[in-house]
């Protein structure tokens, strides 16, 4: 038995509380090396006086390249969970596994309390269970300047006439907050039902991530007034809102910056920014700054989240933002920069005011520390969807692809994973439909892949328009109001992709997820109590047999073929 493949820690994510006296273990092991695992576990409180140990079968759940995971969903009517497991591998050998490690599978070392995992006592607030709302929501991402401009009146000076290229760094269009408003009815016809705006407080660039005041709305943007109309009228249709705060860094010019700059070490706002030097600036020799900022550019300022006066400031922006406007949810830009400290903080505080608030924080790469333990519920997904984009590219194998997705599935805990952000393309990244050279069959693939797996799907937009764009600005084109027949019959797929997907969100947020390879056809398997939901993409270069059940959403599928490039979703 590979016993270094043998991992289980209690109060990690290999343990997840789903609700009261419920919880999920789970156990990795080395991938093809063992043949059956038994949970053996009790109440220690009552096995101690006598009550026998439980036995059951854990199920196989998913793997990775390298690894087998396990897992078993239990109910403990006392809340309290003593535990180990029995492990036997392919050749027959049997190892017991538990807090000091591996053991001989003796009866009487099972008697050993010692051997035992322990939950001592399961609290469900520890869960930190995501609001209910998240799973069942199909974002739509906004960079308000290029949206749509509803009113010429707030235009910047020298705005580019609408969707004229190429879009630069400095550019402007006008969108604005109207925009968005005027669109309300769009929207809510696709289908999608959470609205992610880029930032839109005041700043002096097109997209807003230098906020010179969190309180205002950035005037070419509009007013409070159309804000607390575009969230009322997003609300009366059943869309939910989420603003993104930028706390990492202010622009250079907020007034708290440009006071460091004026008034030097004497500024009352001295100390709420990384500074190692006075006065604040380049070092005329090095000409290395001494002060830090986001990224290596002086533009933005690092933020002091330790000092309680910038802890208070930023508390007050969030919570203004709730009380005073109704926002569901916040995206926190570069969250992965900032201390986990003040995170805690702020997201006690913010869920002080709105217990079902959606708290989203920035971060590319695995993130554990950042979900729960009183901080996000979940973060922006991107390692679970940029592989999406390869597969559909043959830039992935069928079975690293799996693996990979595999992978990510198993950092979170189901519940956070139902709420993760996953989003293939934004506002940071080249455009889907550009990164899958404009093949828009891809593309409603890549889609459909996306609106299969668990988590919060998020469309960016004019993705349902075929709106493309490289590397940023580039990604940042304006949308695309005028679509041809093409794009309309795209617009169509989404809007039909869309509400197959909230029809289906709650078998689809289950964590009953299988693949099957077949040459190069890739099924993905949803069951749920109640039926079994199945995508099958055909990356081959040949047609094969369509799937004995009709399809309920196709492309490619040709008097019972499924053809090369096409897929197929059906359920049982
Ligand atoms: C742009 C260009 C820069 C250029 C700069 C100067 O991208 O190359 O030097 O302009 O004009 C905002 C704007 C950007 C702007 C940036 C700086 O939207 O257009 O940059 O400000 O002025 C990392 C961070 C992640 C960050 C991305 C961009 O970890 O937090 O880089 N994302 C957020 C927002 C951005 C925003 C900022 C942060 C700053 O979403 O829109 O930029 O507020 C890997 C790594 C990631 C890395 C990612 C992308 O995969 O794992 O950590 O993200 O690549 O680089
Ligand atoms: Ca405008």
């Known amino acids: ?25 789970r156990l990795k092991t080395a991938l093809d090396d063992v043949a059956k695992i038994e949970m053996i576990y009790a109440d220690m409180y009552l096995w101690q006086e006598g009550t026998p140990m439980q036995t059951t079968e854990m199920h196989r759940g998913l793997a990775t390249q390298s690894n087998q995971y396990w897992t078993l969903a239990v109910t403990i009517p006392t809340n309290r969970l003593i535990y180990g497991f029995r492990i036997t591998d392919k050749s027959g050998q049997t190892i017991g596994y538990g807090d000091d490690g591996f053991f001989d599978d003796q009866a009487t070392n099972w008697a050993v309390a010692g051997h035992y995992f322990h939950l001592p006592y399961l609290h469900v607030s520890d869960a930190e269970l995501p609001p209910e709302w998240v799973k069942n929501t199909v974002w739509y991402q906004i960079f308000p300047e290029r949206f749509a401009n509803g009113d010429v009146t707030n235009d910047p000076a020298n705005v580019t006439a609408w969707g004229q290229g190429p879009v630069r760094r400095e550019s402007f269009y006008g969108g604005d907050l109207k925009g968005v408003i005027d669109h309300l009815d769009d929207l809510a016809d696709l289908g999608i039902n959470g609205l992610y705006l880029c930032p839109i407080f005041t700043s002096p660039s097109n997209h807003k991530y230098d906020t010179i005041d969190h309180f205002e709305i950035d005037p070419h943007f509009g007013t409070k007034a159309d804000f607390q109309a575009l969230v009322d009228g997003a609300h009366e249709r059943g869309i939910k809102v989420m603003l993104d705060a930028v706390f990492n860094h202010f622009g250079e010019q907020s007034p708290q910056w440009q006071d460091v700059i004026k008034n030097g070490q004497q500024s009352r706002f001295a100390d709420w920014f990384h500074i190692h030097g006075w006065p604040v600036g380049r070092d005329p020799q090095t000409h290395q700054l001494n002060y830090e900022t986001f990224a290596t550019g002086a533009a933005m300022p690092k933020v002091n989240t330790q000092n309680p006066a910038v802890q208070d400031y930023l508390i007050s922006v969030t919570k203004y933002w709730v009380e005073q406007f109704g926002i569901d949810a916040w995206r926190f830009d570069v969250a ?61 194998s069928l079975k690293e692809y799996v693996g990979k997705t ?167």
Not at 361 to 383: D, I, K, R, T
């Open 1 to 25: 038995m590979l016993l270094a493949g043998i991992l289980h820690r209690p109060e990690s994510e290999d343990t997840a509380i789903l609700a009261d006296h419920c919880v999920t273990i």
């Open 336 to 396: 992965d920069e900032v201390d986990h400290g003040f995170w805690r903080k702020l997201c006690g505080a913010l869920r002080a005011v709105k217990p079902d608030i959606y708290l989203l924080g920035e971060a590319w790469h695995s993130s554990q520390a950042l979900v729960n333990n009183g901080q996000f519920n979940a973060v922006m997904n991107y390692p679970l969807t940029q592989p999406i984009p390869a597969l559909f590219n043959h830039e992935l």
């Open 406 to 572: 595999n992978l990510q599935l198993t950092q979170y805990r189901l519940p956070n994973q139902q709420a993760m952000f996953n989003a293939i393309d934004t506002h940071d990244t080249p455009r889907l439909l550009t990164t899958l050279n404009g093949d828009v069959t891809k593309l409603q693939a890549a889609l459909t892949l996306l609106m299969l797996l668990p988590g919060s799907p998020c469309l960016y937009y004019g993705t349902e328009v075929g709106v493309a764009g490289g590397a940023d600005p580039d990604n940042r084109r304006c949308m695309n109001w005028q679509p041809n027949a093409d794009e309309l019959a795209l617009k169509a797929f989404v809007k039909q992709l869309v509400g197959f997907r909230r029809a289906h969100a709650s078998a689809l947020a289950s964590d009953e997820l299988s693949w099957k390879i077949e040459g190069q056809c890739l099924t993905l398997n949803r069951q749920s109590a109640t039926q079994l939901i199945s995508g099958r993409f055909n990356l081959g270069t040949t047609a094969v047999a369509a799937s004995a059940t009709p399809a309920v959403l196709s492309v490619g599928v040709h008097e019972h073929q499924l053809l090369a490039g096409g897929f197929e979703v059906s359920i049982n």
